[in-house]
């Protein structure tokens, strides 16, 4: 079977949930014991960023590099189903629309992954943000993959699709994370402590992008709230990129103390994770939210939202929080920092869940959906 794909938003950013889909993905087909290519259409422009992924040691890939930049041939598309895609890669059997880019493809079935409705769900943090592509991509497709039952339910009522016309089909995190041992630990906080300037012998971690949706703001009132009930010394890193809204000079005050740590974006967030007391992932709402299993994998427990897919993840194996309610996460923290035995529950808890998630499941249920469209 040769599958089609959107490939250039994983060039984009490498700390996404979008990139570690595609990735797993590709990963997950490797592993299935069937004749599948998967033919990664992306733009011309991205070819280093796409060989820097090393995609190519995957059996299954065969990368296509569109001979017309994208931007030029989505302004055709929006008006015309000329030319189809089979003109400029070749041909395939089933177009998998990754993110928003959905070509014309003759008879070929096309399939897209809707991976959160958060712009409609959450219209207050984004403004009037252009929905065209996604709208456009969502009315000609054929079928759907929802990578949540949340987002397929938000996707059924916001857009009126009918319920047999998705299938959910969960994420993962990367297979070889697994609990640092404590020489590990010691030899890595140690590094931290060098590279940040600022002694990190315990610290809750927290996970940021620009979209403030990840709730860093209350993330870190809340730690400021139980800091006085935490073990001595404990602080508060932070890493990715920070929320938009941190140019704001009072809350630059707030954001930069000694009991806050900022990272930057990190290459080695399984190591950050794997030295934490706790993940504290309390965004206001997630399509899927891979770090709660990336920290299971790693044994650290974990405090998630009660809301959208959330839940559905974390199973009983985290403690679940009303992300806009600052006491209930403080006293969260507090909880796990202080608990010892919670904190072990926790991490069985944890480390059984995520037995449950792996992309090689994700690709068989994936190519499933494939064959049922074929």
Known sequence: MRVAFDFDIFTVNKYSGLHAYGTGLLAGFSKLAVDIDAKLVYSKCFDAEISRLKVDHFDCVLRKPLPIKRRYLEKIWKHSRYPVLQWLIGSFDVYHCIYTLMPS??????????????????????????????????????????VSQSTKNDLCQILGISQ??????????????????????NRLKAKFSEQMKTPLDRFVIAVSSSDTRKNIERTIRAFKLAVGHLPRGTKLVVTGTPPKDIADTERQKMYLSEDVVWTGPVDNLAEWLGCADALVYVSLYEGFGIPILEAFACGVPTITSDCSSM???????????????????????????????????????????????????????TLEVYRKML
């Open 105 to 146: 493809t003759g008879s070929k079935p096309c399939i897209m992954t809707v991976h959160d409705m958060r712009r409609y769900i959450l219209p207050e943090l984004y403004g009037k943000f252009n929905r065209g592509r996604f709208e456009r991509a969502f009315t000609r497709a054929d079928h759907f993959i929802a």
């Open 164 to 185: 047999d016309k998705v299938d959910v089909i969960h994420l993962a995190a990367d297979e070889h994370l697994s609990p640092l041992s404590q020489n590990d630990k």
């Open 311 to 365: 839940p559905e993840v974390a199973g009983d194996a985290a403690m679940l929080v009303d992300p806009y309610d600052e006491q209930s996460i403080s006293q969260a923290i507090t909880n796990v920092c202080n608990d010892e035995g919670l904190q072990k529950r926790l991490i069985r808890s944890g480390l059984e869940r995520n037995r449950q998630f792996n992309w090689t499941k994700t690709a068989a249920k």
